[in-house]
């Protein structure tokens, strides 16, 4: 009896999956599936940079680098919209051609007050962790709010900013090649930006050809290397510059 009930079951589930397929044969035949190619989806980016910076750094699991996400965080770093009077943008103080800082002791908002405290230089920055001159805020998604928001910075709301973002037709389409649908939230605002950032790696230096074996450095140079790695000694009455104890260099990061 029990076998009876079985067979019949085995019946009937295959008499469905029969028609299943018939029903989605005829429905791909008059609606053919796109390649998996021309579907529209982020490339992943990349980063290169030389073996001695290690490997002592993490990308957030729900944030990898993409192209498309890189672009965009590089068009939202130059976006003065993103400013409640549209003349400030990430990159009216974090200038590239100055290491991604400028040449003030202090950098001037959009109210016209000047900052507190100097602009920091946007370099290397995948292997902090820890952001500010006093490292009070932890991963670089979690950093974009302070100058957005913060009155003396760019100094306008997160809603307003998508807002304006949005009126802009072009942006829907970049977060979509970037996230996969057209929306514009500050998760994505915070996500792209940093995708930028740790894309800035400066890896080209006169020194860093130097640890590449690429040129052959003077000896003076060669002396100031020693003496900016030199720790403090035990030889009396010697203090030696000991810059490598805050200028860390690739070795530390
Ligand atoms: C008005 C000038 C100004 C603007 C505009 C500005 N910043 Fe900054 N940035 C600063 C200053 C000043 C600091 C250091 C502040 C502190 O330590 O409290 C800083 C620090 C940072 C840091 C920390 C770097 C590190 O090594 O810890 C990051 C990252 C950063 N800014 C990214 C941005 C981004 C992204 C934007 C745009 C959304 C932006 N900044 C807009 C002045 C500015
Ligand atoms: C006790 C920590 C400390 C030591 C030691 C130290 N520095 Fe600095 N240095 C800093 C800090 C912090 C800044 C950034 C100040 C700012 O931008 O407001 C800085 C900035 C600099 C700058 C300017 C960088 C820029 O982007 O404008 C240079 C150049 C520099 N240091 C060289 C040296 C040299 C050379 C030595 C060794 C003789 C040295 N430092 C030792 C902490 C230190």
């Not at 029990?2 to 299943?20: D, W």
């Not at 649908?181 to 930028?196: G, S, V, Y």
Request: some cysteine; glycine content about 8%; overall charge positive.
């Amino acid at each position: 009896m029990r076998l009876g009930v079985n067979l019949f079951t085995v019946f009937m589930v295959l008499l469905l999956s029969l028609a299943g397929a018939i029903m989605a044969c005829s429905f791909t035949s008059s609606q053919p599936f796109l390649p998996v190619d021309t579907l529209a989806r982020p490339q992943s980016l990349q980063l290169a940079f030389p073996a001695y910076f290690g490997h002592h750094y993490s990308i957030p699991e729900n944030n990898p680098q993409t192209i498309e996400g890189f672009e965009l965080g590089r068009m939202l770093f130059y976006e003065k919209a993103l400013s409640i009077n549209n003349t400030i943008s990430c990159a009216s103080c974090h200038q590239q051609q100055h290491a991604f800082s400028d040449t003030v002791a202090f950098s001037t908002g959009v109210d016209g007050i000047k900052q507190t405290r100097n602009t920091m230089a946007l370099i290397n920055l995948l292997w902090l962790r820890h952001f500010f001159w006093d490292g009070r805020v932890t991963g670089l998604e979690n950093q974009v709010d302070t100058p957005m928001i913060n009155q003396h910075e760019m100094g306008q709301s997160f809603q307003k900013s998508i807002q304006k973002l949005k009126e802009k037709k072009f942006y829907g389409k970049k977060f979509k090649a970037a996230f996969g649908d057209e929306k514009i939230t500050k998760d994505r605002i915070e996500k792209a930006l940093a995708q930028f950032e740790r894309g800035l790696i400066s890896c080209n230096a006169k020194y860093d050809k130097y640890l590449q074996g690429k040129c052959t450095p003077t000896q003076s140079e060669l002396r100031g290397i020693q003496l900016f790695y030199g720790n403090p000694t035990t030889v009396a009455y010697t203090r030696r510059p000991n810059c490598s104890h805050c200028h860390g260099g690739a070795k530390d990061l």
